[in-house]
């Protein structure tokens, strides 16, 4: 008898064997394996995924900028193409914290108050040659906002604190207008 043959019959009487331990149908609950539950992959696979989300989350609200500035932004982007002189450059440059005597830096394209959130701001979009157009907004009433800045909405923004210790919101398409405001609108003067 060959060698295969000797295979064959063993698993053969083994099979019968077995077939005769056991009733038939199913087998009893101690040969199957025991998964604990976080083993089992759908409960992985959703663990991965709550923690994926909820790390995109998490960094799409660190780089929020808040509520007010947000505020600011839409409006920014509704008045973008606005022009017009429609206050008192003295009125404006107080509240900015500048002299009043002097001129409105940069060309000014707009100036003009508005509500941002409900509250009044002055609303100043002006060019600085070697920047870019800015627009700033300076609130009527104290407001408090730390100084930071960030992008969003397709936007570079950032609160500066104004010569008289005022918070101003700069908004600007190109961050490089951002520096040249930073140093006129924040700076005390020389």
Not at 20 to 35: Q, S, V
Not at 88 to 97: K, N, P, Q
Not at 113 to 120: E, Q, R, S, T, V
Request: proline share 7%.
């Amino acid at each position: 008898m060959s060698h295969r043959n000797t295979e064959d019959e063993f698993d053969l009487c083994a099979r019968a064997e077995l077939s005769l331990a056991y009733e038939p149908g199913e087998a009893p609950a101690k040969l199957f394996r025991n998964t604990p539950w976080l083993s089992r992959r759908w409960v992985q696979t959703s663990c991965v995924l709550a923690l994926v989300a909820s790390t995109v989350l998490g960094g799409v609200l660190a780089v929020r900028p808040p509520e007010l500035v947000r505020g600011a932004i839409e409006h920014e982007y509704y008045e973008r193409t606005l022009r017009g002189s429609f206050m008192e450059a003295s009125t404006l440059l107080s509240h900015l914290g500048l002299e009043s005597s002097r001129p409105v830096p940069g060309y000014p394209q707009l100036m003009r108050p508005c509500d941002i959130d409900g509250k009044l701001a002055y609303h100043l979009t002006t060019f600085f040659e070697k920047g870019g157009i800015v627009t700033v907004f300076a609130f009527d009433k104290p407001i408090s906002l730390k100084e930071e800045q960030g992008w969003w909405n397709d936007v570079y923004w950032q609160v500066v604190t104004s010569r008289d210790g005022r918070p101003l919101v700069l908004i600007s398409e190109k961050k490089k207008a951002l520096a040249v405001a930073y140093r006129v609108f924040s700076l005390p003067p020389a």
